[in-house]
Nanobody, 126 residues
Framework: QVQLVESGGGLVQAGGSLRLSCAAS????????MGWFRQRPGKEREFVAA????????NAADSVKGRFAISRDNAKNTVYLQMNSLKPEDTSVYYC???????????????????WGQGTQVTVSS
């Protein structure tokens, strides 16, 4: 059983930056591909970015490409989401998720992920 704990959320002005972290425990971290998702009030949870188990492959939603970057440190059992040029529409609760993966692949499918963190709030003021 993998446990995930997000941190790094907060209030930031438009144009600013934040880095989210997600610390994993309870499994061999390098066996899991990881993803970041977000959910706004009244909206469905949506894909933000994903990274393969080795970190060699990444994928991001069109809405964040060029602004957000996902990375991981397998020695620290942590995945990161660097968010730059933040916009008010990025305001959401951000969740990290883990999926056991034999291949070194990514996925944007929410249904693929078996383990989820509790979320961290990101608020971008205009």
């Amino acid at each position: 059983q993998v446990q995930l704990v997000e941190s790094g959320g907060g209030l930031v002005q438009a144009g600013g930056s934040l880095r989210l972290s997600c610390a994993a425990s309870g499994g061999t971290f390098s066996n899991y591909r990881m993803g970041w998702f977000r959910q706004r009030p009244g909206k469905e949870r949506e894909f933000v970015a994903a990274i393969s188990r080795s970190g060699g492959r990444t994928n991001a939603a069109d809405s964040v490409k060029g602004r957000f970057a996902i990375s991981r440190d397998n020695a620290k059992n942590t995945v990161y989401l660097q968010m730059n040029s933040l916009k008010p529409e990025d305001t959401s609760v951000y969740y990290c998720a883990a999926d056991f993966d034999i291949a070194d692949s990514t996925t944007s499918s929410i249904r693929a992920y078996d383990y989820w963190g509790q979320g961290t709030q990101v608020t971008v003021s205009s």
